[in-house]
């Protein structure tokens, strides 16, 4: 839902952005926020697919010619082209709604292992909505999850191929990586 170009707002913070890209970014502001908002009721770029395809092809061609502005530098058609395209998530959230559709309420798998508190939801679609409904809760989505074990896979996999049914309670450094004690002779 966002223009693809990341926010560079001040020179302070990014001394690169040119003055036309601090006028674009601003002219945008309004949209981005709308933006957020929707992502964290709908699930990231979901709202879209929610509406009939007419008015998500209308959509397309605002956020198109949104992003043309941007491009080109124009913050005077980039905060019109803005505007139109708060119209339009207005509408698609409109339509959703009275579709049948209901915000997204994301089902977050919670734990807390040694004083720390996270949670495991399905995919990043409903991660900002999450993080934002548990604050203080660090969200991971299942791809992470699966990166991280395939990343500690063979300590995983080889407790659970030599011992089925077994449930890893930690995982520690193999013998010998960690011990700094010379051999005695």
């Known amino acids: 839902m966002k223009h693809h170009r990341t926010n560079r707002p001040d020179r302070l913070l990014n001394p ?3 003055a036309v890209e601090i006028r674009c970014d601003h002219a945008a502001a309004p949209f981005d926020r709308l933006a957020i908002e929707m992502e964290r009721t709908w699930g990231v770029d979901q709202l879209p697919g929610l509406v009939t ?11 198109a010619h949104l992003n043309s502005m941007i491009n080109d530098g124009k913050p005077e058609e980039v905060a019109a082209a803005a505007a139109n395209c708060v119209k339009g998530m207005t509408a698609m959230d409109a339509e959703a709604r009275s579709l049948g559709h209901k915000p997204i309420t994301p089902d977050v798998f919670e734990y807390e292992h040694e004083g720390h508190h ?5 995919d990043v679609a409903v991660a900002a909505i999450a993080e934002a409904q548990r604050p203080g809760i660090t969200i991971y989505t299942m791809r992470e999850v699966a990166i991280a074990l395939h990343a500690a896979r063979h300590a995983v996999a080889a407790v659970k191929d030599a011992f089925p049914g077994a449930m890893v309670t930690s995982i520690r450094s193999p013998i010998g990586e960690d011990i700094d004690d010379e051999l005695p002779y």
């Open 118 to 122: 996270f949670g495991i939801v399905r």
């Open 16 to 18: 690169g952005a040119t």
């Open 53 to 63: 395809p007419a008015l998500a092809e209308k959509y397309g061609r605002a956020i």
